[in-house]
């Protein structure tokens, strides 16, 4: 008897499939269910790899809530399906008895491309067209692979030895080439992979943090939350008072590391109220257990000090009648503070592109158009590259699509 039975004879194997339409990457759950209540757990996990060639990860990270269990029939009865823990378990088993992840035809063999960045969307793409029989190689600026999932989201939340392993396996199973420490526009240029390579994926992510443009920001003890994460480059927060600004998963893995680092008192400053915040409602839960504290409604608009943070401005917020966020007039306090992290959101390091080799659109994402081509013949490009993907499964779905359509790209070229 294993121990996931109770939980998969609980699914209803409703005909419309709520949980697989709210998955970004499509996980056809009801059908895994159907075939492991069968006791076929191999072939459960053949239709999981359909979808996903990262399902141990997003299985620890995914904001399921918001995803698969917010549509889950069973949620309106009481307690939505533990989708997780299923994927995690038949990730489980397939490591345990060394299943490979199925090839899907040989439609790019003899075809090499480069994937560049090695986030989930840069894994996934480099897996579905190893999977298709390429000669595939991701070229990575950093000493590991795994983007965000290594040097972001932090360790008491996804452990770095299981996500190298897991990686490590995706990785010698299919045959990809990897290339650490090779930075595009530093240690590898277009004109090399233009030469080398017959198509080239552009996965770098989105990992700089957006400024906020208030007064004050140049000061001493001002940081953004996605350097302090990516470069473990935190100060000593002894006796320090530090306010983060921001509702998504940067500003709450960022205040909840700062709280676990030492800091006196960490609070995170929202602009709209704790339901509207858009990090994962577990993870705000497990910030309060860690004694991060909350300010809603409320609006960082200056940073004051002399040569160092010493006081943060605020001004409550409201919503107009036009339902558009507004500051309230007059509302305006201060707060005593040592340091100030902005985490309100990512934008792309652009400084890689220098030849004018993609376009950029007014957002500062590189342009891509209905084939996920960028404006140069051979690079297409996914992720948080091109979007703001808010999560690692959604970003993983970006890559899969790309990957087919580079698929199509070169049938049709060769
Ligand atoms: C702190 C934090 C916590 C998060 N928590 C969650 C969560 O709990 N759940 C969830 O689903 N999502 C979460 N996310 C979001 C999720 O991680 C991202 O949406 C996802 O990682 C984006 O994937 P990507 O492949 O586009 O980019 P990334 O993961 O950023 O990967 C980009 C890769 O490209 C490399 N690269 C960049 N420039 C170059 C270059 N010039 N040459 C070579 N390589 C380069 C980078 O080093 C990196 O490895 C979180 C994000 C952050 C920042």
């Known amino acids: 008897m294993h121990n996931y039975e109770e939980e998969i004879k609980r699914c209803l194997n409703c005909l419309n499939k709520p949980c697989k339409q709210a998955c970004p990457l499509g ?18 996990y053949e239709v999981l790899s359909e979808t996903t060639v990262l399902p141990a990860i997003c299985s620890k990270i995914c904001p399921h809530d918001k995803q698969c269990k917010k549509n889950c029939t069973l949620k309106f009865k009481g307690q939505a ?15 345990k008895n060394d299943w490979k992840l199925p090839m899907l035809d040989n439609s790019l063999k003899n075809r090499k491309i480069a994937v560049i960045g090695s986030g989930p ?57 990897v290339f650490l420490n090779q930075k595009y526009g530093e240690d590898i240029n277009y004109e090399f992979l ?8 552009f996965g770098m992510g989105a990992n700089k943090s957006k400024m906020m443009g208030i007064p004050g920001e140049e000061l001493n003890g001002v940081y953004g939350g996605n350097e302090l994460l990516e470069y473990d480059s935190h100060p000593d927060y002894t006796n320090k008072v530090v306010y983060v600004s921001g509702g998504g998963n940067v500003a709450v893995d960022t205040a909840r590391v700062i709280k676990r680092r030492g800091a006196k008192r960490v609070t995170i400053v929202y602009r709209r109220s704790e339901t509207e915040m858009p990090a994962d409602i577990k993870e705000i839960e497990e910030a309060k257990k860690d004694g991060v504290e909350f300010v809603f409604n409320t609006n960082v608009v200056k940073i004051l000090g002399d040569t160092k ?11 107009n009648e036009e339902k558009q966020l507004i500051n309230v007039e007059k509302s305006n306090f201060e707060l005593a503070a040592d340091c100030f992290v902005m985490s ?11 030849n004018g080799e993609v ?56």
């Not at 996980?27 to 459960?44: F, G, H, S, T």
């Not at 399906?81 to 490591?95: K, P, T, Y």
């Not at 233009?194 to 994926?201: G, H, L, Q, S, T």
Request: charged share 30%; glycine share 6%; with cysteine.
């Open 27 to 44: 996980n056809d759950i009801p059908r895994i269910v159907v075939l492991m209540k069968e006791d076929k757990l191999r072939e459960a």
């Open 81 to 95: 399906l533990n989708v997780g823990d299923i994927e995690f378990l038949l990730a489980e088993v397939a490591n």
């Open 121 to 177: 969307s840069g894994l996934t793409a480099a897996a579905f067209l190893a999977r298709y029989g390429a000669d595939v190689s991701i070229f990575e600026k950093r000493e590991k692979l795994g983007g965000v999932l290594m040097y972001g989201i932090p360790e008491f939340r996804l452990e770095k030895d299981f996500l190298q392993n897991t990686l490590e396996r995706l990785i010698r199973d299919l045959n990809i080439k």
């Open 194 to 201: 233009n030469e080398n390579y017959d198509a080239i994926f």
């Open 309 to 319: 943070v010493e006081k943060i401005e605020c001004v409550k917020t409201k919503y």
């Open 344 to 354: 309100i959101g990512s934008i792309v390091d652009n400084t890689s592109f220098t």
């Open 359 to 414: 376009e950029i659109n007014k957002f500062g994402k590189v342009l891509i158009d209905e084939n996920m081509k960028t404006s140069s013949e051979k690079i297409f490009a996914a992720g948080n590259l091109v979007s703001d993907n808010s999560s690692a499964a959604m970003a993983a779905r970006s890559g899969r699509d790309a990957a087919e359509k580079i698929k199509s790209f070169l049938v049709e070229k060769y």
